[in-house]
Every structure is written in structure tokens, then in C-alpha cells.
């Protein structure tokens, strides 16, 4: 089953609108992390923003924040004011805290955002 | 930020040969490190995990004979691919992150290595 599920595939936003990108997780545990990278055409992978599991409040970062809804295990992306080098590869992952303090961290299969002028 | 460091960014090989694949974290220790593969227009899949000083575990799927990861030291783990075929072709990614158990930071990237096979 899927840990982490980006259900847009793509999404497109007018320039300087907000856009959503949805991410929902699934773990039993009571200690993890979600994470939204981007990605843009040249490949390498840009962090855009962090939040614990016992975080109480979004995580914000610039233009991003993180609306995290722990009942309903989503964890949102939300870009305000987008720009046209907003366009790539988003994609959500959650880190896992195994036993002997390893980690491990998986990702979804992404939303694909394009920014319109 | 810190600087994970991957090399080669791209790698030429015939069908058979073995690849040697480079990740290093150039301003941190680095105990774990993730090995991703990312398929053209794709999400990147974990291959495995990369301990300092033990084993790498493995995801369910991935042939560890044929993946062969080294984490040598606290700043450097390698991926061999074995025995290469073009179906191996695909980028490699490697990630990495400071600190001890229960770290919460980021999590850093290198800039990916791209593998054809011929």
C-alpha cells in the first residue's frame, strides 16, 4: 500500500494565485515527519519545507507553508503568490523512525505544478 | 545549506560492466544515507538505506547482489551497480542528513547521477 499519496498529477495556477497540493500519509506511528521537495527540470532535489508529527503548529517557510491536518493525515503544500519559477515536480515524503534510531524516508509520486503568465 | 555531493552526474556503460556511483556529505557526518531511483517523469523510489559501519538495508524488491552499497565512513557511501544492463538505466539520487538518531532536520540531496547502459 501506498505510504504517501499525491493524488493531482498535475496541476496548473495563474501566476501570483495560491495553489494546493495535496499529499495524505498513512503510518501507525505516533512519531514521524513530512517533507515537500521540489524538483524542477535540471533534476536536483530543493527542500522546501518541514513538520514534525508532534508540531502543533503549520510549518511555514516564505511563500510555502505546510497545512497539516494530523486526524485526516494530510499534510498540504500551499504556494502563495506563485511564480513562473514555481514550475516543476513537487513531491510530499514522510520519514519513519525505526527501531535502533534508523530512518527511513519515502516519497510520493508527485504533482506536476505549472505556473500560467 | 549543507552539500551532498554525488559523482559522476552522468555515466556511460556497456551492458555487463559495473558502475561505481559516489555520494559524500562535504560538510557533515553523515550516518545514514537514502539511495533513490527515479525513473523519467517518476517519483523517486527508495533502493536502500545506508548505515555508517553496518549493513545497508534493502527494500523489499531490490536485488542486493546486484546493488552493492558501501558506507565506508561518515562521509561517503558508494552504490555499485553489477553486471549492468540496459533496464538499469534510470537516475540514481542519492540523500544524506546530519546528526544522530531521532534527527529531525532536512534532508540533503546530491545532484544525481544518470546511468545509461548500452
Known amino acids: 500500500a501506498q505510504k504517501i499519496t499525491q493524488t493531482q498529477p498535475g496541476m496548473f495556477v495563474q501566476e501570483k494565485e495560491a495553489v494546493t497540493l495535496d499529499c495524505t500519509y498513512d503510518?501507525?506511528?505516533?512519531?514521524?515527519?513530512l517533507f515537500w521537495y521540489k524538483q524542477p527540470s535540471s533534476g536536483e532535489m530543493i527542500f522546501l519545507i518541514y513538520?514534525?508529527?508532534?508540531?502543533?503548529q503549520n510549518a511555514t517557510e516564505g511563500r510555502y507553508s505546510l497545512n497539516f491536518q494530523k486526524a485526516r493525515k494530510s499534510a498540504n503544500l500551499v504556494i502563495s503568490a506563485s511564480q513562473l519559477g514555481d514550475s516543476a515536480m513537487y513531491f510530499c515524503a514522510m520519514r519513519e523512525f525505526l527501531s535502533g534510531g534508523y530512518q527511513k524516508v519515502t516519497f510520493g509520486t508527485g504533482t506536476k505544478l505549472q505556473v500560467i503568465p | 545549506g549543507a552539500v551532498v555531493s554525488q559523482h559522476p552526474s552522468r555515466v556511460i556503460c556497456k551492458s555487463g560492466t559495473s558502475v561505481k556511483i559516489e555520494c559524500r556529505s562535504l560538510?557533515?557526518?553523515?550516518?545514514?544515507m537514502f539511495w533513490y531511483r527515479q525513473f523519467p517523469k517518476k517519483s523517486l523510489m527508495l533502493m536502500a538505506t545506508s548505515n555508517e559501519g553496518s549493513k545497508a538495508t534493502y527494500e523489499q524488491g531490490v536485488e542486493k547482489d546486484k546493488f552493492l552499497i558501501n558506507h565506508a565512513s561518515l562521509t561517503l557511501s558508494t552504490l555499485t551497480v553489477t553486471s549492468a544492463h540496459p533496464e538499469d538505466s534510470s537516475f540514481y539520487i542519492c540523500?544524506?542528513?546530519?546528526?544522530?538518531?531521532?534527527?529531525?532536520?532536512?534532508?540533503?540531496f546530491g545532484e544525481g547521477s544518470r546511468l545509461t547502459v548500452l
Open positions: 560538510d557533515f557526518q553523515a550516518t545514514t
Open positions: 513538520q514534525g508529527s508532534y508540531d502543533e
Open positions: 503510518t501507525s506511528d505516533q512519531s514521524y515527519g
Open positions: 540523500s544524506a542528513r546530519p546528526g544522530g538518531a531521532g534527527e529531525t532536520g532536512e534532508l540533503f
